[in-house]
């Protein structure tokens, strides 16, 4: 069964940096797509960021390109977020998840996801 725990999440001051870590398990995740999402309370989940698990492709929103990078460690089944510039309104709960099947269609649709972890808050002060 394939399991996603972030970590990482925090308390950090406008203009900080924070880098969460997806530690993925259960399977091989060859051709998978590899997300972050993120949500604010009373808002939809957003699309943050990708990566394809075998050539390590990324894509990125406008809102956070330039800021966010994401990257993944084959060897330790890890996906990584790192976060500079954060801005107030970065402020969310931030997830993993995994889709058996890398489409750039889909890849900022949340229900296209087939695994999720429970989530890191983040926040960001002004």
């Known amino acids: 069964q394939v399991q996603l725990v972030e970590s990482g999440g925090g308390l950090v001051q406008a203009g900080g940096s924070l880098r969460l870590s997806c530690a993925a398990s259960?399977?091989?995740?060859?051709?998978?797509?590899m997300g972050w999402f993120r949500q604010a309370p009373g808002k939809e989940r957003e699309f943050v960021a990708a990566?394809?698990?075998?050539?390590?492709?990324?894509y990125y929103p406008d809102s956070v390109k330039g800021r966010f990078t994401i990257s993944r460690d084959k060897a330790e089944n890890t996906v990584y977020l790192q976060m500079n510039s954060l801005k107030p309104e970065d402020t969310a709960v931030y997830y993993c998840?995994?889709?058996?099947?890398?489409?750039?269609?889909?890849?900022?649709?949340?229900?296209?996801?087939?695994?999720w972890g429970q989530g890191t808050q983040v926040t960001v002060s002004s």
């Open positions: 990566i394809s698990w075998n050539v390590g492709i990324t």
């Open positions: 259960g399977r091989t995740f060859s051709n998978y797509a």
């Open positions: 998840a995994a889709d058996s099947r890398w489409s750039k269609a889909t890849l900022m649709a949340p229900n296209a996801y087939d695994y």
